[in-house]
């Protein structure tokens, strides 16, 4: 699992990334007082892209709302990790998290996920 790294490019001219030159994937496991999760990309052909994962979460103790991402180069079969967060959560919370990979304005993946009400 390994990106190039944030802020990298392939080269000076920089044509449009294929329009399906990623998949963006959420990956959920057990945490210490709740979950972790994690946002990556998954290269399916050499890509350049921003991506965006933005988790929110409310319930009793609160409401929370963060975003994180940055900018991306990955070669074919490679995994970018977007970013990593570790989030409280109980039963009677809600959570919405949303993996956004985009070029130049353009949205070129994105999954999204739901908990609760």
Same mark, same amino acid.
């Given at each position: 699992?390994m990106?190039?790294?944030?802020?990298?490019?392939?080269?000076?001219?920089?044509?449009?990334?294929p329009?399906?030159? &990623? *998949?963006?994937?959420?990956? @959920?496991?057990?945490? %210490?007082?709740?979950?972790?999760?994690?946002?990556?990309?998954?290269? /399916? #052909?050499?890509?350049?892209f921003?991506?965006?994962?933005?988790?929110?979460?409310?319930?009793?103790?609160?409401?929370?709302?963060?975003?994180?991402?940055?900018?991306? &180069? *990955?070669?074919?079969?490679? @995994?970018?990790?977007? %970013?990593?967060?570790?989030?409280?959560?109980?039963?009677?919370d809600? /959570? #919405?998290?949303?993996?956004?990979?985009?070029?130049?304005g353009?949205?070129?993946?994105?999954?999204?996920?739901?908990?609760?009400?």
């Open positions: 699992m990106a190039l790294g944030a802020g990298l490019m392939f080269g000076p001219a920089q044509a449009a990334p329009v399906q030159c &990623a *998949v963006a994937t959420i990956q @959920v496991e057990p945490g %210490a007082a709740g979950i972790t999760l994690t946002g990556r990309a998954v290269a /399916l #052909a050499r890509c350049q921003t991506a965006s994962l933005t988790v929110e979460r409310s319930g009793q103790s609160g409401h929370i709302k963060t975003k994180q991402g940055g900018e991306f &180069a *990955v070669e074919k079969g490679r @995994v970018a990790e977007i %970013a990593t967060l570790a989030i409280s959560m109980t039963p009677e809600s /959570l #919405a998290v949303e993996l956004t990979l985009s070029f130049a353009r949205q070129i993946a994105t999954s999204s996920l739901r908990v609760g009400p």
